[in-house]
């Protein structure tokens, strides 16, 4: 009777500090998994635009799915990518190219002191 990691409160608790310390200690962090096309398109913009995000890749972290389990607790948001600017939670891909493309990305990226 194997209990699958993710079920487990307590390694979800950790991933959530790790995750949350992450957070706060860069001004852009992304969430995501190495074969995602939209965190892919979400990497390569926040790039562009003369950024260094943070990039977590749920996909070879070990204990990924539970930093999954975790931000759908924290932001209510299980997909990836999941992007923080500022330590606010900006959303996924669609979110960030609205942003960029309404001209409020850089502004905040300015803010968070990542341009």
């Known amino acids: 009777m194997g209990v699958s990691s993710s079920k487990n409160p307590e390694l979800i608790v950790t991933a959530m500090e790790k995750a949350k310390?992450?957070?706060?200690?860069?001004p852009v962090v992304i969430f995501s998994k190495t074969y995602c096309p939209y965190c892919t398109q979400v990497k390569q913009l926040l790039t562009r635009l003369g950024t260094k995000p943070e990039v977590i890749e749920l996909d070879t972290e070990s204990d990924g799915s539970d930093i999954q389990a975790a931000l759908k607790e924290w932001t209510g948001q299980?997909?990836?990518?999941?992007?923080?600017?500022?330590g606010t939670h900006i959303g996924g891909c669609d979110d960030t190219v609205a942003k960029h493309n309404s001209g409020k990305l850089v502004p905040l990226l300015s803010e968070a002191g990542a341009l």
Do not use: K, L, Q, Y
Not at 78 to 86: A, E, K, L, S, Y
């Open 21 to 26: 310390s992450t957070v706060s200690s860069h």
């Open 78 to 86: 299980r997909t990836v990518p999941n992007v923080f600017i500022g």
